[in-house]
Structures are given as C-alpha cells and as structure tokens.
C-alpha cells in the first residue's frame, strides 16, 4: 500500500494567491482528516471527513478555507486569498477500514510558506 | 486549560537511560489513549495505544491513570534512535476513535551518546 499521499510535498506562494493542497487516503478508509501544524501551535484539526462528508469544520480558521472530497479517493484543502500566517506544514490523515481502525494514518504533509 | 497538556521539553537524556513522560487531559469522559511519534520534518506515526491496565511493547510501557488523569510513557533502555518528539492524543468523547481526537502540542526527547 502507497500509504496517504499528499501534493505538492513544497509550496511557496505571493500573499493573495489561492493555494490547493491534494490529498489521496489509503483505499478503504473512510475517515479523512486535514491538520495544519505550527511550531507556536502544534498540531491543530482543521477539518475531518467521514464517507465523503464534511463532519465537523470547526477547526478551519476562517472562510479563506475550504475542503473538499468529491470521492473517496481524493480531498482537497484550499485556501484564498493565502496570508503569510497561513505558513504551516499541513497533513491530510486517513483511518479506518478493517485493521486498526482507530489508528490515523499521516501523508508526508504540505510545507506551505506564504511570502 | 488545554484539553491535552504535556511538558514540551526538550529531554536531553544519555544513551541507555529510561525517561519517561507525562500528559495531562482535562475530560474525564475521554475513552481513548495514544501515544504518537514525530520524527524531525516528517509525520506522526503511531506508537501506541493507552489500555486501562496498562502495555508495554518491548522498551516502551504506557500507563493510565483515570483518577488523576493522566497518561505516561515510559521508555526503558533508551537508543538515539528514539530521538523524537512524543505526541500525547486522546479522543475526548465516546465516539468511535477514528473521529476527532486531540494532539497535545508533543514532548522532545533528544538521546545523546
């Protein structure tokens, strides 16, 4: 198994672009979490999927964030107008499916850094 | 007060020593317990889950305590190589564990030779 995958693994952006990160679960899972992580704020949930439905956004910062999973294969996680403090590493997670279903399984993550 | 509280650290501890930490949660409903590890620049992974009585995987033993709650990590004969930072996580709710959980903000562990 390729394990969760995430694009681009680097981005470097201009304040005011629009960003969108990529994420691809493991197959079989039907759990899909968006993290961004700071060195002042740690690992923080933006926002989680289950099924393809958004269950709990609580965490997205403001309406500049959007997520979506069209399937259960793909999820993305955009961000417009991006501001510097929007620099993070951001990890899309799956879990579920029959073995270790509490487990989150984390792609290499999304190195974000907004100029 | 943070959901999930640990001692950010850095424990500088020397090669073969045991070092063990503590993390504090504030729900007393939460049903589920883990320990997560991060690598330098990469993602977390795993390490182990919490059990009422307690487990342990080879060096590693993880504890709970309900009543003051609080879970550890103990890591015994300690290698470079587990050099990380250590990531408490607990599911706050009595959901299935594979729903929101919450990171604590992670414990550096650095081993020296």
């Known amino acids: 198994d390729a394990g969760v995958i995430q694009s681009p693994r680097h981005e470097v952006t201009e304040m005011g672009q629009e960003v969108t990160l990529r994420c691809k679960p493991i197959?079989?899972?039907?759990?899909l979490f968006w993290y961004r992580q700071t060195m002042m704020r740690g690992l923080e949930l933006l926002i989680y999927?289950?099924?393809?439905?958004?269950?709990?956004d609580s965490g997205m910062p403001e309406d500049r964030f959007s997520a979506k999973m069209p399937n259960a294969s793909f999820s993305t996680l955009k961000i417009q107008p991006s501001e510097p403090r929007d620099s993070a590493v951001y990890f899309c997670?799956?879990?579920?499916?029959?073995?270790?279903?509490?487990?989150?399984?984390f792609g290499p993550g999304t190195r974000l850094t907004v100029l | 007060r943070k959901e999930v509280e640990q001692d950010p650290g850095p424990f500088n501890v020397p090669e073969g020593a045991t070092v063990a930490f503590n993390c504090t949660y504030s729900?007393?409903?939460?049903?589920?317990f883990f320990w997560y590890r991060q690598d330098c620049r990469k993602e977390p992974k795993l390490l182990m889950s919490v059990y009422s009585s307690g487990n342990e995987d080879g060096r590693f033993t993880a504890q709970l305590n309900r009543a003051s709650q609080y879970i550890s990590l103990l890591i015994r004969d300690s290698k470079l190589s587990d050099s990380a930072t250590y990531l408490c996580v607990v599911n706050p709710t009595a959901e299935s564990s594979a729903s929101k959980i919450i990171f604590g903000s992670g414990t550096r562990l650095s081993i020296r030779p």
């Open positions: 729900n007393s409903a939460s049903q589920s």
């Open positions: 997670a799956s879990s579920g499916g029959t073995v270790s279903e509490d487990e989150q399984f």
């Open positions: 999927f289950n099924n393809n439905v958004p269950i709990d």
């Open positions: 197959s079989g899972h039907d759990y």
